[in-house]
């Protein structure tokens, strides 16, 4: 099971982050500290992978972001390379072509996006199409039209001025 998911540039500024633990915010500061700090000081031809505690660490360059999981022992490190690339892949196909600011300005979408691949640290979904589904149908739920959003609350006033018997 992956514990966390960080995202963040070449300055070492954090981007995004998904934990899939319960821990204090303290440790999660220290955490971050030390992978950035780890991952940026290795050097661009090293191995992907390293240990760290009793985690292993799996991180991969695309573009100006890294993405670094820190996962159980027992898990398959070549898997989370995949899981990563297929968030990209997500975030490519939402975006066109993501880059560090897309992610910076719509923050809230790369993690709905996270949310829909994601769920407790294990993959929900598989298949690109189903997760660029649900995004479009969200998207489409959040354009309501003006007369479109009156009607709904009319609809919404009516229903709550009811008997609730």
Known sequence: ????????SRQGKLRLQKWFIAIGEREKKKIIREMTQSVLARQPKTCNFMDWKDLKIVYKRYASLYICCGMEDQDNELLTIEIMHRYVELLDKYFGNVCELDIIFNFEK??????????????QETSKLSVSKCIEESDLMQEVSPGMKDTLLKTMEEYMSKPAF
């Open 1 to 8: 099971m992956m514990h966390f998911m960080l995202l963040f």
């Open 110 to 123: 790369a993690y709905f996006i996270l949310d829909e691949f994601l769920m407790g640290g294990e993959v």
